[in-house]
């Protein structure tokens, strides 16, 4: 079985840490050590383009064995909640309690050595008695195109498909969705195919995440687009759409800071420069903001594939505020709002990590958690692994 399981996670000791980052530098920041490519932006000490030869190291993922669990840090239990899902890639957990998984992939159109197809559907979940177990298991909805983002914003439901968002009514309980849908926007389709989705707390504006096209806009084709690589904003019906923040590579995972409603999001940032270069990041969304794709990165480190050709957006990118590895591929953010967890946990970030694949020694492939501080992040990151991979031969 490849990428076909769902797991939870829960607290079973009370004072409990998650493992710190497993690395072989680190640099200091006051008395607090971080990680080789981690930390706060105005900090980070990062190596010259091509310090480094560039690697493709793709892993192969062999499965969970029958029995096996993730390996959680100490105080937390992993269980299996879902099996044989067809490469499960988001979760949205509705206001009854029922949880939606998205099961999508990327498909490569005219490429023989591609053949992945998406299953392009919706499963829901439903735990009736609370066991951690589901008790009923529905396919919630299908016919969608590379579909990612999932919100429910009133009585409509939106799916951020990798060409547009659709809406559909929506009746609190309902297992399965039979109508058509809405499409109420278009998206730029190809490249980086997830779109996420998140409403503010008025339930009056939608925000949208859309990848770039390309690793470092190879094509030259952002500056027509600029709707790739950047958060875009509209209304509930679709109207009133406009870019909120760009040259964002890849954002994926969106949330509300709790303590200040700010907008963060989890970016992968381009590849090929090199192992330590660059770090992916999370960052708070400023309304306007240019934050350096494809011409530079943290503020105004030029791209030398890059070079000369737009001084004038290099000088007003600005840093995201915390680095979290190069190579990561950051794609889940979620803020902690409850009190279960030790106060540690209160209010910080945890980041699911996909993992490497341009990078000589794999990083990656676990959730990470950021502790915040007065709406900031406020020391290393911590992780622990969650899925097992092998190096291909």
Known sequence: MVHRHLFQMSQVIAASFLLSCVATTQTSVGNRQYAVGTGPSDKLQLPAPFDTPSARNNSKVIGWPKGKMPAAAPGFEVSLFAENLDNPRQAYVLPNGDILVVEATREWPGRADRPEKSANRITLFRDTNKDGKPDIREVFLTGLNMPHGMLLVGNWFYVANTDGVVRFPYR????????????????????????NLIADRTGRKIYIAVGSASNVDEENGWEKDQRRAGILEINPDGSGMRIFATGLRNPVGMDWEPQTNVLWTVVNERDLLGDDLVPDYLTSVKEGAFYGW???????????????????????????????????????????RGKALPRRYQGGAFIGMHGSWNRSKMVGYNVAFVPFENGQPAGPYGRYPHRIHRRRK
Request: aromatic residues 10%; hydrophobic residues 30%.
């Open 172 to 195: 609190t309980g309902q297992t399965k969705i039979d109508g058509k849908g809405e499409k109420i926007l278009d998206l730029p389709a190809g490249g980086h195919y997830t779109r």
């Open 294 to 336: 494809p011409f530079s990165y943290f503020g105004q480190n030029e791209d030398p594939r890059k070079k000369g050709q737009r001084p004038d957006l290099v000088a007003k990118a600005i840093k995201p505020d915390y680095a979290v590895g190069s190579h990561v591929a950051a794609l889940g953010l979620a803020f902690y």
